[in-house]
């Protein structure tokens, strides 16, 4: 069963074709660099760069995989979380070629295409499973009892632990996004330089913020001289790193032990972070738990994640409605 997906909720635009929910014949994902020059995604910029683009992208999907519409059997969209604008080209696009072709259509929750990154690459993942999802709009605790049941166990008050390392990138100066230079930088630095807090780490919620933390850099910075801070911003982004991962660590853990769950999976923009994944690997080694991530490319923004879910939603419920809408702030446990 041939399922394309179309992935529109921010500045990625992205078209796959995906064989039977595991198998990628194609997964084209254009990044919209014009955002760097504001700081930040601008959503009007955002959807007039989709509307430019979603339609060659979605030809090259088809001629990397091989295949016509004709041979598409499913159409999957994200219909929410993230910026109406942007979401609204993706989704318009899809359920107009979902008509046009009679193709049966999906809409999917952006968030729930993150927590199938995992299931879409590593077969041998329990179904039974503890999904950490830390990215720029998203940090969330989920049990994963099997595909579809999810039981959210904590998540950010505030800001989410991407947006506070693209939010750090900036203050020093490393552009945006930043999240992927600020590691670069923190691999050369030394992360005990200066303990930064480490928000409701040590209570026995499963919570996270990083606002706290954000502002603590930024005010650690602004009293340092122009030389100081060149001198150390390397070490500056290893203590900054190393305070945002440990407590996602920590509290994922502490999760797996209560619930006594042998899979954790992470995903997300964050999960790309070296040190996240190597402060898990020191934490976890000699014991029973496994640890899963997707691949660099399923890390990000994709539509691969989002044709997955299609394809395993359709398996369970069937084909959605050509009605749905775009819903910016959809849940995760309101699918």
């Not at 078209?15 to 009007?44: C, F, M």
């Not at 590593?122 to 605790?141: A, F, M, Y």
């Not at 099997?146 to 490393?174: N, W």
């Amino acid at each position: 069963m041939f399922t394309l997906g179309i992935e529109t909720s921010c500045d990625e635009t992205s078209v796959a074709i995906v064989r039977d929910g595991h198998e990628i014949l194609s997964n084209v994902i254009l990044s919209q660099t014009i955002h760097s020059k504001y700081g930040g995604v601008v959503p009007e910029v955002a959807s007039r760069a989709h509307l430019k683009t979603i339609i060659p992208i979605y030809h090259k999907a088809l001629q990397e995989a091989k295949v016509t519409i004709d041979d598409i059997d499913l159409i999957a969209a994200t219909m929410g979380p993230g910026l109406v604008g942007p979401l609204l080209v993706g989704l318009s696009f899809a359920k107009g070629l979902a008509f046009a072709k009679d193709i049966p259509f999906i809409p999917v929750n952006h968030t729930e295409g993150h927590l199938t990154a995992n299931i879409l690459e590593h077969p041998d993942l329990d179904n039974h499973h503890l999904s950490l999802i830390v990215s720029g709009g998203h940090t969330l605790l989920v049990e994963v009892m099997e595909f579809g049941r999810y039981k959210i166990l904590g998540q950010t008050k505030d800001d989410a632990a991407g947006e506070a390392f693209d939010k750090v990138a900036k203050v020093m100066g490393l552009g945006y996004p930043g999240g992927a230079k600020l590691d670069k930088l923190a691999q050369s630095g030394n992360a005990r330089y200066f303990k930064f807090p480490r928000a409701i780490l040590n209570d026995d919620s499963y919570m996270f913020s990083y606002s706290g933390l954000k502002t603590a850099v930024a005010l650690y910075i602004e009293k340092l001289s122009a030389e100081e801070f060149e001198k150390h911003k390397a070490d500056i982004a290893a203590s900054f790193q190393e305070a945002a991962v440990e407590v996602l660590v920590k509290k994922t853990l502490r999760a797996v032990r209560d619930k006594n769950i042998r899979d954790i999976t992470i995903s997300g923009g964050v999960a790309a972070n070296s040190r996240l994944r190597s402060m898990f690997q020191e934490k976890i080694k000699g014991s029973k738990f496994r640890l899963f991530y997707p691949s660099l490319e399923l890390c990000t923004d994709n539509a691969a994640m989002i044709a997955a879910v299609g394809y395993f939603r359709y398996q369970k419920d069937g084909a959605g409605e050509l009605i749905a809408n775009a819903v910016p702030n959809l849940r995760l446990d309101e699918i």
